[in-house]
């Protein structure tokens, strides 16, 4: 028989399930990441588990969202999660270190190997051969403990590349080409690899640039070969070690193929608010811009900061431009300044922020109302900058520092000569930022700290067998987890404060959702297709359920949305018919009876509107397992009532 590269890895990594698209599988996790935004979640759930350490090969938690702290509960988080990890045999990446996707995929990314983290962007390691996924906080919780993720088994996708880049032509323009070809839905319920000529022509860091925005496709991850660039790489990084081949079988069946062609490929530019709204760079050039921003885990390699670098140097950032700089890592931030690159960044007059991701989730450098930003970024979501009305364009970062210059859009390619970037043989290797754990004799020991902004997780309460709630909210497709529950540096600080959270639930919709689903004890929400995308942001769904929302009914959801539902105890429904979602609005007074028993044994149930008398068929999509959690309340309690039989 023959494989795909996740096939392989798969099979090699199977606890149960058949291999059949569609089927769920569970999967043996060799290493889980965790950010603090979603950490202190992940640690609380898992500290709730009870089980005293680690049990995967690797495990680490990086500071890199909430590093502003503007009052002391960032702070605060820091060092739970760092006492939380010393004591649990966690790595602690400590904040300064960088973005945890760009030091995961230099330190500790292997070809074959799995790796879930409480991240979407979690598939850049899949730039350097590994199976990456975004998972929910409590998922990650559970892997740590020893526990199987679980996915359905998804479809394969090929993606072709053909040729090699021209030059100022990037691999983000590469996988924005992807976007436009398959849009943010393309991806749902696939792996994407990549093969083709084009591959050997990517450096790591460029095939990560990729597989980082796969995340954007929808996709439930992306992958590329291991081959010699890879091994390079990690000969770079002194971890020659790890690395192993890694291709698929010449007779894999893949069901869908898609065809990049490198050499006719030209800059493009994702235009507001969606990553798939591409258009070619050519026919916006001349459009005057305000603000710039490069890094983000998209981005951020020594390549990309030396290529901006090199277009920076000896000029001078235009005056109606502000240009922030964020390096993805302490690594490449060091190996910049070593090499003068950061001299020349610094003297065009770039504002140079830290390692973190910065202004890509809205900590800080939010534009100016009605503003145009340029950003290397990977999302463009409504109001993630932290300005509404804001319009921001995704772009590679040649086409980000040029355009810096001119204060204008500019195709990269008119430039004429592009600089020649020469890559280090050797990275400048520094674990010093990377806290190790305590030895497991002394981790008894240890007391963990928790500041006043870490509140207890909220319990969920299993369903009830017929349920009478209103619509307490209807909204349309592609609703994202930021129009969920916003981020941003009013609203992270909060990331572990349920009822204080609560208060920004939705309010990029709705500003008066919060109080009305207080008001109203909760309630059950319709939304479109593709409910859900965008983050694994798990507050999307806790904080929903602190409100009291027994139910969402969509068109269909994101991957990592769902599972996150599900694990809080919210059932997730979607219409037989999607044409049903017309026959319900706003405020309408809903029933289903014997909900409870449709989520124990039945795939369909029946939504009366009792306001207008018009009712509805809805599909229950779920597992045996996923049925117990939501009969359970949630996996939390699921996992306790397991545990204790
Ligand atoms: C994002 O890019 O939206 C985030 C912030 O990294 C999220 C995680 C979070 O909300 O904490 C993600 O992509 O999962
Ligand atoms: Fe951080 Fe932005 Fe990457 Fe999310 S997408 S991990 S906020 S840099």
Redesign the pocket.
């Known amino acids: 028989m023959a494989y795909t590269i996740a096939q392989k890895i798969i099979k090699d990594h199977l606890l149960s399930g058949d291999m059949t698209t569609g089927s769920e599988v569970a999967l043996r996790i060799d290493q889980t990441l965790t950010?603090d935004?979603?950490g202190t979640m992940a640690y609380l759930q898992f500290e709730a588990m009870g089980i005293e350490r680690v049990k995967t090969e690797l495990s680490v938690a990086y500071i890199d969202?909430n590093t502003l702290q503007a009052g002391f509960e960032n702070a605060d988080d820091h060092r739970y999660i760092q006492t939380v990890a010393k004591k649990h045999g966690i790595r602690f990446s400590r904040p300064g270190n960088g973005i945890c996707h760009q030091v995961h995929l230099e330190r500790f990314a292997r070809p074959g190997g799995t790796l879930i983290g409480?991240?979407?962007?979690t598939p850049t390691a899949g730039g350097i051969g590994m199976l990456a996924f975004?998972a929910g906080g409590l998922d990650v919780a559970v892997a740590m403990g020893g526990g199987a993720y679980y996915i359905t088994m998804p479809r394969m996708i090929r993606v072709n590349l053909k040729g090699k880049l021209r030059p100022f032509v990037s691999a983000k323009d590469i996988i924005l080409e992807v976007l436009r070809q398959l849009g943010v839905k393309g991806g749902v319920g696939a792996i994407v690899e990549y093969a083709g000529e084009g591959v050997a022509t990517l450096s790591v860091p460029e095939r990560a640039t990729i597989t980082n925005m796969g995340?954007e496709l929808g996709a439930t991850t992306s992958i590329f070969p291991s081959d010699l660039t890879t091994k390079a790489f990690l000969e770079a990084e002194d971890r020659g070690d790890v690395w192993q081949p890694l291709a698929s079988d010449e007779d894999a069946v893949y069901d869908a193929e898609y065809t990049v062609d490198l050499d006719t490929l030209s800059p493009l530019v994702a235009c507001p608010h969606s990553p798939d709204n591409v258009k070619p760079a050519s026919e916006l050039a001349g459009m005057k811009i305000d603000q710039v921003c490069i890094g983000s885990c998209t981005n951020s390699s020594l390549r990309d900061m030396l290529t901006v670098a090199a277009i920076l140097k000896g000029k001078t950032v235009h005056p109606d431009v502000s240009l922030s700089i964020s390096p993805g890592s302490k690594q490449v931030f060091n190996m910049l300044a070593e090499c003068g690159a950061l001299a020349d960044i610094i003297a065009a007059g770039a504002r140079v922020l830290e390692c973190a991701?910065g202004p890509?989730?809205g900590m800080g450098f939010s534009p100016k109302s009605g503003g145009v930003s340029l950003r290397t970024f990977?999302?463009n979501f409504l109001a993630r900058s932290g300005t509404k009305d804001a319009e921001v364009y995704l772009v590679s970062p040649e086409l980000a520092a040029a355009s810096a210059i001119a204060g204008v859009l500019v195709d990269p390619t008119t430039l004429g000569e592009a600089p020649k970037i020469e890559m280090p043989k050797k990275f400048k290797i520094s674990d010093n930022m990377i806290d190790l754990p305590a030895d497991p004799e002394d981790a008894p020991s240890l007391t963990v700290e928790r500041g006043p902004n870490i509140k207890a997780i909220p319990k969920g309460t299993p369903p009830e067998n017929d349920l009478s709630a209103r619509l307490i909210l209807k909204v349309g497709d592609n609703i994202t987890?930021?129009h969920i529950m916003p981020?941003g540096a009013k609203i992270l600080p909060y990331?572990s404060n349920v009822p204080k959270l609560s208060e920004f639930c939705f309010t990029v919709c709705d500003p008066e959702f919060p109080e009305r689903a207080l008001k109203e004890g909760g309630g059950i929400i319709i939304g479109g297709s593709n409910y859900g995308q965008?983050?694994?942001?798990e507050?999307a769904a806790l904080v929903p359920q602190y409100l009291g929302i027994k139910a969402v009914i969509a068109k269909s959801f994101a991957r990592i949305h769902v599972a996150n539902l599900i694990n809080f105890g919210i059932i997730p429904m979607t219409f037989f018919s999607e044409d049903d979602y017309e026959l319900f609005g706003e405020g309408d007074e809903l029933y289903i009876e014997g909900l409870r028993d449709a989520v124990t044994s039945k795939n369909t149930v029946t939504l009366i509107n009792r306001t207008t008398g018009s009712s509805a068929a809805l599909t229950l999509n779920l597992t045996a397992r996923q049925r117990e959690i939501l009969l359970a309340g949630g996996t939390l309690n699921y996992t306790k009532a397991n545990s204790n039989r």
Do not use: P
Request: glycine share 8%; proline share 0%.
């Open positions: 950010q935004a979603t969202h409480s991240d979407s962007h975004g995340a991701c890509c989730i990977n999302r987890t930021d981020a990331r965008g983050s694994s942001r507050h």
